[in-house]
T-cell receptor, first 114, second 113 residues
Framework: NAGVMQNPRHLVRRRGQEARLRCSPM?????VYWYRQLPEEGLKFMVY????????ESGMPKERFSAEFPKEGPSILRIQQVVRGDSAAYFC?????FGTGELFFGEGSRLTVL | TQLLEQSPQFLSIQEGENLTVYCNSS?????LQWYRQEPGEGPVLLVT?????EVKKLKRLTFQFGDARKDSSLHITAAQPGDTGLYLC?????????????FGAGTQVVVTP
């Protein structure tokens, strides 16, 4: 399956711990987007990255959240000192380039903070 | 605050009936997309509309983009149980932000045999 791969699919953390979510885009895709889906709400844009560059992070909370997309390896969304309000489904999407008209979403990582 | 309002939030119909889902906004979008999401999975793109007044058909699904590019509708003819899912509309404000989508909260459609 050459689709967008996210792991872990489910992650449980206690308040104050760190959560790391990984996303491997589709083969040949160099653009990655992270979205968050809270219960009963639509998906919210968080950040847009290209290899080694953050293009748009206007949807990222100012503190505790960071994202990277290194030259080699998956994109990582990192949440430090998690709180219960961080519990959500985090989706990664990829595209082959800018303006290509389609985002391919992964199956998501579901974070539960106890 | 949702930039895109979807209605209804929930729709339950019998197999063979028709249904329409609406997506409305006070903002103008350069493009609008419809996705379907199954439980435990990511959204899957159904269609992209970019021109005001545009109508696209995908088998039994008809998508329309409003003339002013502020609203859209999804119509399903003769619904089948396989159409059950969460339908999401998503818009890009500008062509430069095409991947930075504003999503509606979704319409949960349930089609019973």
């Amino acid at each position: 399956n050459a689709g967008v791969m996210q792991n872990p699919r489910h992650l449980v953390r206690r308040r104050g711990q760190e959560a790391r979510l990984r996303c491997s885009p589709m083969k040949g895709h160099s653009h990655v987007y992270w979205y968050r889906q809270l219960p009963e709400e639509g998906l919210k844009f968080m950040v847009y990255l290209q290899k080694e560059n953050i293009i748009d992070e206007s949807g990222m909370p100012k503190e505790r959240f960071s994202a990277e997309f290194p030259k080699e390896g998956p994109s990582i969304l990192r949440i430090q000192q998690v709180v219960r309000g961080d519990s959500a489904a985090y989706f990664c999407a990829s595209s082959p380039g800018f303006g290509t008209g389609e985002l391919f979403f992964g199956e998501g990582s579901r974070l539960t903070v106890l | 605050t949702q930039l895109l309002e979807q209605s209804p939030q929930f729709l339950s119909i019998q197999e063979g009936e028709n249904l329409t889902v609406y997506c409305n906004s006070s903002s103008v979008f350069s493009s609008l997309q419809w996705y379907r999401q199954e439980p435990g999975e990511g959204p899957v793109l159904l269609v992209t509309v970019v021109t005001g007044g545009e109508v696209k058909k995908l088998k039994r699904l008809t998508f329309q983009f409003g003339d002013a590019r502020k609203d859209s509708s999804l119509h399903i003819t003769a619904a089948q149980p396989g159409d059950t899912g969460l339908y999401l509309c998503a818009g890009a404000i500008t062509t430069d932000s095409w991947g930075k989508l504003q999503f509606g909260a979704g319409t949960q459609v349930v089609v019973t045999p």
